[in-house]
């Protein structure tokens, strides 16, 4: 499988990103911007969507009950030489299924992600996946 994207500057203040019909705003000011993510908060939204997808390639195939679910990340950054050193994460599911249904649902979410099997090669992945009280 092949990923496609074209970037491009638009000014000082920011870049489009696009993919297929969508079109990402990015925030490539120096002085950073509000409307727009950052890098890091791109990469983020990545692996939040790879989480996410995951729960809905894996749910099926687990005849797996959901009612929503939330995922919740930090990344921390060192200045020298830039690079993330650690990413945490938080999956909130909404869902009755037992603790052991659930830690099923969060091995799985790691195992069969992309964005996460490649981040975690890279950087410290440490998280974990809980039930919406």
Do not use: W
């Not at 920011?14 to 409307?35: C, M, N, P, Q």
């Not at 830039?82 to 994460?89: A, E, G, N, Q, S």
């Amino acid at each position: 499988m092949e990923y496609r994207l074209h970037a491009r500057r638009i000014d000082p203040h920011g870049s489009l990103a696009i993919a297929k019909e969508a079109e990402v705003t990015l925030d490539t000011d120096l002085a950073g911007r509000r409307d727009a993510m950052n890098p890091v908060e791109l990469l983020l939204a990545a692996l939040a969507a790879c989480m996410l997808k995951g729960i809905e390639r894996v749910t099926p195939i687990l005849h797996f009950q959901i009612h929503g679910a939330e995922v919740a990340l930090e990344a921390i950054r060192q200045d020298a030489p830039p690079k993330l050193t650690l990413i945490r994460y938080e999956i909130v599911v909404d869902s009755t299924e037992t603790d052991q249904r659930l830690d099923l649902l969060h091995r799985n979410i790691l195992k069969y992600g992309t964005i996460s099997n490649t981040l975690s090669g890279a950087v410290p992945l440490e998280g974990s996946l809980r039930r919406k009280v």
